[in-house]
C-alpha cells in the first residue's frame, strides 16, 4: 500500500520520493493502523520518520511488526508501537500512542483499496472454479 506524503519544506518533487509503502493496513471499527514488518535490525534501522509521517497522519496507530527478541521497546520510535512475533502469536511489547486526529484517506486510496479488495475476491473465485 502506498500513500503520498507531504514534503517537507524546501524540498522539490524531483528531490525526495514521495510515495510511502506500507506493509499492513488494518481496519477495525474506526480505528486503522499502519504495521510495518520487520525481520533484520538493519532493515528496522533502515526506516526514517519520512516514511512513517505519511501513515501517522493518515492512520491512528503505527506499530512495528518483528520476531521477538528484534528490537527493544526502547529503540522503537516515540509514539510508534512494538509488536513481537514468536511461534504463531502476536504480543504487543509497546503500545502506540493513538493520534485522535486522524486525516481520511484520500478518495484515491479508498478507490485503490476497493479496486484491490474486488481484484482478490475475483482471484480466490478463479481459483475455487479449478
Do not use: Q
Not at 504495521?35 to 491512528?60: C, G, M, N, P, Y
Amino acid at each position: 500500500l502506498t500513500c503520498d506524503a507531504e514534503l517537507p519544506d524546501g524540498y522539490r518533487v524531483n528531490d525526495a520520493i514521495t510515495r510511502r509503502r506500507i506493509d499492513a493496513l488494518i481496519f477495525e471499527t474506526k480505528t486503522r493502523t499502519a504495521v510495518e514488518i520487520k525481520i533484520s535490525r538493519a532493515d528496522f534501522f533502515r526506516d526514517t520518520e519520512l516514511k512513517r509521517s505519511a501513515w501517522l497522519k493518515h492512520t491512528h496507530r503505527f506499530a512495528y511488526l518483528v520476531p521477538k527478541g528484534l528490537v527493544k521497546p526502547e529503540e522503537v520510535p516515540d509514539g510508534c508501537g512494538l509488536w513481537e512475533y514468536d511461534n504463531g502469536t502476536i504480543t504487543i511489547t509497546k503500545r502506540a500512542k493513538i493520534n485522535k486526529e486522524a486525516k481520511e484517506f484520500p478518495a484515491s486510496m479508498t478507490k485503490y483499496f476497493a479496486w484491490r479488495a474486488f481484484a482478490a475476491e475475483r482471484k480466490l473465485e478463479s481459483r475455487r472454479r479449478r
